[in-house]
C-alpha cells in the first residue's frame, strides 16, 4: 500500500486530513506516554501531554520568535514581539512566586558572562539562517518541514559541541545568577519582573511607533500567547522547572554519538551530576526530551489534521545548507548560552532572572547579521 | 519523497527512544539537570563562585 493511498479520502482536490500522520503523531503519543506510566511516573506523561499542547498551540497560532524578531529589526513591526512578551507576562504569574515558596521548585536561573553573550549573540545569527529557534524548530519539523528536519540534525550536532566548549567559556569568568525574588521576596520579585516586561514593551512600542510601523499583536498571537503561556504553567506544574528545550537535543546528540562509539563521559560538561544522569539514563527521564516529543507529535497531529502533511518538496540546497549551519550555531550558542529563546529568555525573564534580558540583548544583534546573511542562501530578509 | 523520509524518521526515531528507554536505568520519575546539588544553570553548569 502507497503512503499516499493511507491519506484521508479526498473532498474535492484537497484531503481534509492525513490520516497516516494522524495516527503516527497519536499512536507514537500513546506509546511514550504509556512507557512513562509503566514507570510510575505520571508527571512525565503530563510532560509529554504538555509538549503536545505547546506544539499544537505553536503550529495553530503560527508562533514564530524567528519571523517575529526578524519583522522588527527590518520593517519595525512589533506585534510579534509582543505576543512573546505575552508568554512570559502570563508563565511569571506562576513560576516567580512558586519558585521562590515551594520548595519543590525553581526557576530558571544562569550565570552572567562571556559564555551567556557569546552564546545568545552566535544563536541569533543560527536562527535567522535556519528560520526557527529551538520551539519553532520542533514545531516546524513536526508541521512537515524537510528543511528543519535538517536544521533539527544539525541543531543536535552543535549543541553536543557546545557541551564540550562550555567548560572553557565558563572558565573566562562570570557572576552568580541575579534573581528579583532573591532581592524583593516572591511577590516585589514578581511585581519588578512584570514592570520588567512592561517596560520592555513600552520600548518596544515606542521604537515601532517611530519607524511608522504596526505594533499591536494579531488576534493569533493575542490567544496563542495566553495559551502558550498558559501551557507554560502546567509544563512547570509537572517538570518543577519552567520549560526547557534545547537540553534535550544535547542529551539525543551525546546519546547518538555515544552509540557511534565516542566517549563523551570523561569530558568536563557530562561529569557534571545533571548532564552525567542524562546521558546515563533512559531519554524519557530528562523533562526536556519528554516535552520535545510531546511537541513534535502535537505539531505533527495538528498539521496532519488539516491538511495532507509533508506534501511539498524538498527546498534548493542552498537552503538547505543555511538549515544546517544555522542548526549549528543554534546547538552551539544553546549552550554557551545556557537556553534558547524557551529555556534562557522565556524560562529566565518569567524566573524573574537577569540572564533573560541579558540573553534578548545579546541574541538580537546575532539576529541582526543572521538576517544580513540570509541572501547568501536564497533567503530572504523579511 | 518527503513523506517517505518523514515515515522512516518517524520509526525509526520512535523505535530507537523506546529501545534506549528499555534497555537504560530509569529513575521513575523524571529529572532535570537543574534538580542537582551545585547545578547554577538549565544544563547543570556550577555557578561561578563554586569554583
Known sequence: ????????????????FDLLFLALALGASAILVALTLLDGAPASAALIVGG?????????????????????????????????????????????????????????IAPLGPSLIVGAFVFGIGMQLANGCGSGTLYTVGGGSGRMLIALLFFCIGSVFGSLSLP?????????????????????GLAATLASIALAAGLIVLVARRRGADYRPSRNYVIGGVAIGLLCVFVFAAGGHPWSVTFGYTVWGAKAASALGFDLSQAPFWQWAGPK?????????????????????????????????????WPPLKSLIAAGVGGLLMGWGARLGFGCNIGAFVGGVASGSLHGWVWFAAALPGCLIG???????????? | MMRKVYIAVVVLGLAAIVTQHLSSPSSGRAVSPEDFAGACAPCGAPCPSKK
Do not use: C, Q
Open chain 1, 168 to 188: 572553557s567559556f565558563l572558565a573566562l569568568g562570570g557572576i552568580d545568577p541575579v534573581l528579583a525574588s532573591d532581592y524583593l521576596g516572591p511577590w516585589g
Open chain 1, 277 to 313: 544522569h542524562a546521558l546515563e539514563s533512559s531519554v524519557l527521564s530528562d523533562t526536556s526530551s519528554l516535552t520535545d516529543f510531546g511537541m513534535l507529535f502535537g505539531a505533527m497531529a495538528a498539521a496532519a489534521a488539516g491538511k495532507p502533511f509533508a506534501a511539498n518538496a
Open chain 1, 1 to 16: 500500500m502507497s503512503t499516499a493511498s493511507l491519506a484521508a479520502p479526498r473532498s474535492g482536490a484537497a484531503a481534509r
Open chain 1, 371 to 382: 538576517i544580513r546573511l540570509r541572501p547568501l542562501f536564497g533567503l530572504s530578509r523579511d
Open chain 1, 52 to 108: 503536545f499542547g505547546l506544539g499544537v498551540a505553536f503550529l495553530k497560532a503560527e508562533f514564530s520568535y524567528t519571523a517575529s524578531w526578524r519583522r522588527f529589526l527590518t520593517r519595525g513591526e512589533a506585534g510579534g514581539l509582543l505576543g512573546g512578551l505575552i508568554v512570559i507576562a502570563v508563565t511569571a504569574l506562576a513560576v516567580v512566586p512558586v519558585a521562590a515558596l515551594a520548595p519543590k521548585f525553581g526557576g530558571a
